[in-house]
């Protein structure tokens, strides 16, 4: 590393371990006692996941693979067993610091451009300390290494919206990993 210059980011290298089961509330008022409020969705789903482990969840539509990444992601609350970090149960705030979660469906301020976007995740998310100019080099890092260079001026566009179309679908998947990876977490799903 050339002296004077700093990570940006401290790496917490984590292993993931889990079992869980996965259990869906319809929220839908009933009639009919015999269904019930709460039917589970997944069973028995374990394993680990090691610091430099790259992992493919894969299966039919409607197998459950979404299911488990909101498990995994704490992002559903209505399951038994445990995620630990490190061996270790881990409070939400500090495991959405070690973790991204990239959604199937992008959530974009549409009129932004694809810089505009990143820069202004990189105000929110990032930590206060960093200068602006540095969080805003690590955006121009990002744009190049994903690929986004071409379109880094073009606004994002909403699907269904009076915008114009905006950029295309595989630029808008690598917009919403960029937009997880601005604070290099350890754990990316």
């Given amino acids: 590393m050339a002296a004077g210059k700093r990570h940006l980011f401290k790496y ?5 371990e889990f079992h869980a089961d996965c259990f869906f509330r319809s929220g839908l008022k009933k009639a009919d006692a015999s269904i019930p409020a709460e039917v589970q969705i997944l069973f028995d ?3 680990c996941i090691y610091p430099g482990e790259m ?3 894969m299966g039919a539509s409607g197998a459950g693979k979404t299911s488990l990444l909101n498990v995994l992601s704490r992002r559903n609350t209505l ?4 995620v630990l970090v490190n061996k270790h149960p881990v409070e939400s705030k500090l495991f959405n610091r070690l973790t991204a979660f990239v959604q199937q469906e992008d959530l974009f301020l549409g ?3 694809v810089r505009e976007h990143l820069r202004f995740q990189a105000q929110l998310r990032m930590d206060q300390r960093i200068s602006d100019e540095l969080k805003f080099n690590h955006v121009e890092q990002l744009i190049k290494g994903l690929r986004l260079t ?4 073009n606004v994002i566009g909403a699907l269904g919206s009076g915008l114009s179309r905006g950029i295309s679908g595989g630029e808008r998947k690598r917009l919403s990993f960029a937009s ?3 604070t290099n977490p350890s754990i990316r799903t």
Avoid: R
């Fill in 111 to 113: 009129s932004l451009t």
């Fill in 55 to 57: 992992v493919a969840i």
């Fill in 79 to 82: 399951n038994e067993g445990s």
């Fill in 180 to 182: 997880e990876i601005l």
């Fill in 150 to 153: 071409k379109c880094q001026n």
């Fill in 45 to 47: 789903n374990c394993g």
């Fill in 12 to 16: 917490i290298a984590a292993a993931l």
